[in-house]
C-alpha cells in the first residue's frame, strides 16, 4: 500500500524497518512496469516459516503465470496467487522468489489468496496452510525434508471470504477469519471440527 509510513510513494514491495531505531530500507523493490510473469503484485500477508527463523512466506494475491479474463471473473479473481519465499540473511538483505504457483491445482486455480501461516508437522516437516477467496477454502501445503512442496491438499471449503489464518501449535488447529461475514473461526487439524469463535467483528487480521 502506498501510505506515509513509506519512504517512496510509489514504492511495491518489502520493507524492513530497524526494531531500534525505525528506520526503513528496501529489501525487495518490484519493478511495477515489468509486464513479465510472475510477478509480486499483491502482496496480503507474511509470516516467518515455524522451522526456519531466516525464512519468510509471503502470500500474493496475484503472481502466478494464469491470467484467465475470458473463463475467469474480472480484476484479481482472473490472475493466479502464489506464495513467495523471503530469505533474510544477518545483514538484513533478502533473496525473494517464487514457492508456489497456485495456477494449477486439483481444485482449479487459487486466485485469492490472502493468509499464510505454518507450524512443524508429527513428522518434523514444514506445513503451510493457506486460505483463498477465490475458491472459498482453506489448503495444506506439505512439504518434503528440504522445504519443497510435496502437494497441495484442501482442508475445509464453503467459507464466506477467508482473510487472515493462523496456526495454534498448542492444539493443532487454524484459526481464521472470514470477510464477508465478520466472524472468527477454529478449524482443528485433529478431527476436523469448526467452531466459531467470534461474529459481527470485522476482522481482516489476526
Do not use: C
Not at 516437516?125 to 512442496?149: E, F, K, P, Q, R
Request: aromatic share 8%; no cysteine; glycine share 12%.
Amino acid at each position: 500500500g502506498q501510505t506515509a509510513m513509506q519512504t517512496a510513494p510509489d514504492f511495491d514491495g518489502i520493507i524492513g524497518t530497524s526494531r531500534a531505531d525505525g528506520t526503513q530500507t528496501f529489501r525487495f523493490d518490484e519493478l511495477v512496469g515489468d509486464a513479465t510473469r510472475p510477478r509480486y503484485q499483491a502482496g496480503a500477508q507474511m509470516t516467518r516459516v515455524a522451522n526456519n527463523n531466516d525464512r519468510f512466506l509471503v502470500a500474493s494475491v496475484n503472481g502466478g503465470t494464469l491470467f484467465d479474463p475470458v473463463n475467469l471473473p474480472g480484476g484479481d479473481f482472473n490472475k493466479a496467487s502464489a506464495l513467495y519465499s523471503v530469505d533474510v540473511d544477518i545483514t538484513g538483505n533478502t533473496s525473494v522468489n517464487m514457492w508456489v504457483d497456485f495456477s494449477t491445482t486439483d481444485f482449479g486455480p487459487l486466485t485469492f489468496v490472502r493468509g499464510v501461516t505454518s507450524g512443524v508437522g508429527m513428522d518434523g516437516l514444514l506445513d503451510v496452510y493457506v486460505s483463498d477467496g477465490g475458491t472459498n477454502a482453506l489448503y495444506h501445503i506439505d512439504t518434503d525434508a528440504n522445504g519443497d512442496v510435496v502437494s497441495i491438499n484442501q482442508l475445509l471449503d464453503g467459507l464466506s471470504n477467508p482473510g487472515e489464518i493462523i496456526y495454534n501449535q498448542y492444539n493443532n488447529s487454524l484459526v481464521f477469519t472470514q470477510v464477508d461475514d465478520s466472524t472468527i473461526s477454529e478449524y482443528t487439524l485433529d478431527g476436523g471440527v469448526t467452531t466459531l469463535l467470534a461474529s459481527n467483528v470485522s476482522s481482516r487480521g489476526l
